[in-house]
């Protein structure tokens, strides 16, 4: 009979812990009830970059390497230099890191965790034991008594997550890093474009400079050309003035454009992180022919293309799983809890019972937001909105990449207008300039009206070397505007739009 007690007794405790936990869990999903619908992004994505109005072409799109194009070995080193000096690809890099080591830390909180746990003490306690029967002889009674103990074992803990909430961590992480990653190519991009405009823009002024230094040696011509027919008697003096003012105006240029190349050189050297010193190398080349022509599909191919426009479409791929992660604390964390130890205990006073022997145990472990004071609906909210904000970050990078385009494609193309009919002046001049040569070398014309009407060319020769430099860095932003080589071969898909919000 006591033995059917005592089996009755153990069946009754553990239908009491099996109802429990059974409790528990229905509780939980009774608070699940409570967590929010996910509401769809106020704005819509857009899925491609609004380029209307502007002529195509059939050029292809900047390569991984585009300056290349242009077969300047000078301006290759300068873009390897950068990979090493660089402090801009340094910052990029170091975030690029760090998102990425925070995708393996939220990646290992999907694995269980084990534990050492080590404890032991001594005790010590004086017992006074007073009105004691007269039988006993005395009226009160002392002892002292000491104690020891000490366990050793082993704790382990393995989050199941049911709801998927430390997933949505991960698939946060990695698309904060992949919007590193494209931040760390939009960082390239800016620089090689820098590096580039930066270059060619010491290039325009070299040739404006040795431009001007013939401008010079024409100017002294004529100079002499005036003093000789002041001294001969058959010149006005006033026209000695006259051409070493001019000259004096021309050597002022030639300083005035050798000091912007110098601060070029300056920059450039600033760009890339060393000293302008390390670049007395550079040496004056020509300058390369500008390609105005649009890519074909730039409207729809600017999505990939862009790597602000990739960094942004994974940030609303972060704000997603961010949502996730803050509507499933809504629901109960359930977990896997262990414990094997070895325990031992030495009393000397009392029940004097000494234990000593292993012992362990292993249950879930179910945790319910009951009252939170608001604060996961407020985190829910917050994910809402930087979600929101998240896609109306993207619908701007996207609207502000079509601009860019559109303003150096406009821009070129009033630079190239302009360098036609500067080129058009030019030869008209020209034209005249070979007419006064031929009465000049027949002898029934001066030289000085030859000699003006070269100095005239140059000028407007300065100002087409000007347009041409203008014209080749519209078309150096151009390639910056679509992308400058880099393309994502992999985006996360957009979320739904709804205008009412779910319920």
Known sequence: MQTGLTEDSRRGARARRHGGLAVTLLAGLLLTACAP??????????????????????????????????????????????QGHAT???????????????????????GPTVGAAMGGGIGYGRNRV????????????????????????????WDLDLWGKQKAAVA?????????????????????????SSYYGWQTQQSRLALSRQSEQ??????????????????????????????????????SIDGQARLDRVALAAI???DPAQLDWLQPRPLPEPDTRLPADARIGLIARRPDIAAARWQIEASSRQIDQARAAFYPDVSLSALGAYLSSDPSFGSGLRLHGPFGGIGPSVTLPIFESGRLKAAFAGSQAALDSAVADYNNTVVQAAHDVAQQVLGMQQQHAEQLQQQARIEAI????????????????????????????????DAELQLHGQLLDSQLGLIHALGGGYHATTL??????????AH
Not at 57 to 80: I, N
Not at 132 to 154: C, E, F, K, M, Q
Not at 432 to 448: E, K, T
Not at 495 to 501: T, Y
């Open 492 to 501: 996360p898909a957009l979320p739904a739009h709804s205008n009412q919000d």
């Open 430 to 461: 020209a034209h005249s300039g070979r007419r006064l040569d031929r009465m000049f070398h027949q002898g029934i014309a001066d030289q000085r009206p030859l000699l003006d009407n070269q100095l005239q060319i140059q000028q407007l020769q």
């Open 88 to 110: 801009t690809l340094d910052q990029a890099l170091a975030r690029y890191h760090s998102a990425a080591r925070q995708v393996d830390s939220e990646r290992a909180k999907l």
């Open 172 to 196: 946060q992480a990695v698309g904060l890093t992949r919007a590193a990653e494209a931040e760390q190519a939009v960082t390239a991009n800016a620089l090689q474009y820098q590096i580039a």
């Open 37 to 82: 619908s996910i509401r769809p992004p106020t704005f819509t994505p857009r899925e491609q970059v609004p380029l209307a109005g502007l002529p195509t072409g059939q050029a292809g799109w900047p390569q991984a390497q585009w300056w290349k194009q242009y077969r300047d070995p000078q301006l290759d080193r300068l873009m390897q230099m950068a």
């Open 272 to 274: 890339l992180g060393v």
């Open 218 to 255: 024409l100017a002294s011509h004529l100079l002499q050309l005036a003093q000789s027919r002041v001294n001969a008697g058959i010149a006005d003096p006033r026209d000695i003035d006259t051409s070493t003012a001019q000259l004096a105006q021309l050597r002022q240029a030639s300083a």
């Open 130 to 157: 007073d009105g004691l029967p007269a039988s006993l002889g005395r009226d009160s009674y002392s002892n002292a008594s000491t104690s020891a103990g000490g366990i050793v074992g082993l704790t382990a803990r």
